[in-house]
């Protein structure tokens, strides 16, 4: 089930004139269902007289332990800039225009009442330090759930298929920001990979996945982190086809060992196991970024029980698949910014999404 995303415009009303740039002021967000998200504007007004520059805001170290805030930008004069890992920096405010920080509140947990602290630092022209003190609360009687792993049900796919995918997600210890196929300066091309199921064997294989058919677009500029660094498609390729098993009772998959090439500004090979079930990252030696797992949707990954979920194939033959596994190898390609070199030995958390498509047989006999 697709989380809904509550969205709150509580305008917040606040001048920052020459002897403003120091303060504290209450900002509180209604009551949330659990793990569903509420967003509020905080809006202030430049009022100086002359050009302010904000030297950075962020959510405060240490006020907000399991993540329930999150700054997600800032809108200056009507022109949106994305937070990067839930920070701004450098913000400059031509005078007299308003600008707004857009924060959302996600209720990760049932403590009765969440609180955090949202620094905004100004540097010119004068220096200051404005806090927001952020307050929201869980409503435990909306329907809202954490993530957990679906429940599936008896499926009758069966002998030659196709699985579309329809979305990727890389997601590393090292970058804060997401690898998507939804972010591309171009559309995705969904990519048909041959899919063989047994009903009478619990046995499952991936065709191989071959150069061309599987491509990643450039990121969009405004993609934070990436978009400004990523200068080529990412080809993805597999070496040889995947096995594993299939549970037609649950409509469960689990494809073992599949070793995976990601090709354009960096060149990385993975091997991992990809399962529709639900993945602990704590026992990992390092955990991929957290802000970068957040492109997986509250549906596929809980930041405070450090898992993700896959998503069991349904009636229609939508499935998720989800994968850990270490980087083993990788190259950095001509001109790539450098920021992609050294991902060797770094933590790759991978989601795909898409849909079997065949013609399926009459469900298994309980």
Do not use: W
């Amino acid at each position: 089930m697709r989380r809904l995303f509550a969205l709150l415009f509580v305008i917040l009303f606040l001048s920052c004139g020459k002897d403003q740039f120091s303060g504290s002021f209450n900002l509180n967000f209604d009551k949330t269902a659990l793990c569903e998200s509420r967003i509020t504007h905080a809006q202030l007004t430049n009022d100086t007289g002359e050009e302010m520059i904000i030297a950075g805001v962020a959510i405060e170290s240490g006020t907000d332990r399991f993540g329930n805030f999150s700054l997600e930008g800032v809108t200056i004069a009507g022109n949106e800039v994305a937070s990067v890992g839930g920070t701004l920096s450098e913000v400059t405010v031509p005078p007299g225009a308003v600008y707004s920080f857009q924060i959302s509140y996600t209720p990760k947990d049932r403590s009765r009442e969440h609180n955090a602290i949202l620094d905004i630092a100004y540097r010119e022209p004068e220096t200051g330090l404005l806090q927001l003190h952020l307050t929201g609360s869980p409503d435990e009687s909306l329907p809202g759930i954490c993530a957990s792993p679906s429940e599936g049900g008896e499926v009758g796919f069966d002998g030659a298929l196709t699985l579309t995918i329809d979305q990727i997600i890389a997601a590393t210890s090292k970058l804060d920001a997401a690898l998507n196929s939804d972010d591309g300066i171009e559309p995705f091309a969904p990519a048909a990979i041959p899919l063989t199921l047994s009903l009478a064997e619990g046995s499952a294989e991936l065709g191989e996945i071959k150069s061309g058919t599987f491509v990643l677009p450039k990121p969009r500029p405004d993609v934070p982190t990436l978009g400004s660094r990523i200068t080529r498609p990412t080809g993805i390729t597999t070496t040889g086809p995947g096995s594993g098993i299939y549970d037609p009772s649950q409509g469960v998959i689990t494809l073992e060992n599949l070793e995976i090439k990601l090709e354009g500004d960096f060149i990385t090979t993975v091997i991992t196991t990809l399962t529709t079930e639900e993945l602990s990252l704590s026992g990992l030696p390092v955990l991929p970024n957290s802000n970068a797992l957040k492109a997986f949707g509250l549906d596929h990954f809980d930041s405070v029980g450090k898992r993700i979920f896959g998503g069991r194939i349904d009636a229609e033959g939508e499935v998720t698949l989800v994968g850990v596994t270490e980087i083993e190898s990788s190259t950095l390609a001509d001109g790539a910014d450098r920021i992609f070199n050294d991902l060797r030995g770094t933590t790759l958390a991978i989601l795909i999404k898409g849909t079997i498509s065949g013609s399926p047989s009459a469900p298994p006999d309980s």
